[in-house]
């Protein structure tokens, strides 16, 4: 058995405290995953491609992972790791109206909606993924609450949740349209920021 195929622990004896191979390996795992969904998409996601690149064989992922949809859980964590921490610099600090402070979330989501089209997708294919499993839920939904937030903040004489839930809907869908080209097409419209902006007065009421 080569030091590269080793069972967990085995091969790097001496070189750190138990289970650093065993870490480290599945961490590979998981940023070839998230290298793979940004270069090439969600189809491209299979065990044995994700394992091909990490340089082990076909069957090592599933030491880490027994289930495909586990690793994939744990690559979609990343994605909404990396849009939470954006839309947290952007909040921190930031002395705004909450309306103005949802305009700015708003744009973040369709940012990075269009920015990282794969693993946007695969962040929201929950019939790929394990939500409950691997800290999926605990990294995806604090951004759900923030919007929340900010909208009982906005709009006291409203039931938050549902108008948030219609809001983040509506960006999701002129995220999508705008990324296979079917607003463009159908309004001539030069960029996402009109969508946004219409998407923001229609569910919180024109901007004062």
Known sequence: MSEREAEPGQGERGQGEPGQAETGLRARLVAVGV???TREGVQALSLREIAR???VSH????RYFPTHLELLSAIAREGFAELGAEAAAELRGNQQDPRAQLAALA????DYALSHRGMYELMFRHDLLESNRLGLRET??????TMVDLVGRARPD???PEVAGALWANLHGVAQLW???SLRLATGADGVEPFVR???DAHLGPER
């Open 35 to 37: 290298e793979l969904v």
């Open 53 to 55: 690149r990490a340089g």
């Open 59 to 62: 069957g090592a992922p599933r």
């Open 107 to 110: 744009r973040i989501y369709v």
């Open 140 to 145: 995806s939904l604090p951004l759900f609450g």
């Open 158 to 160: 409203v039931r938050a």
């Open 179 to 181: 990324a296979w080209g």
């Open 198 to 200: 219409a998407a923001l």
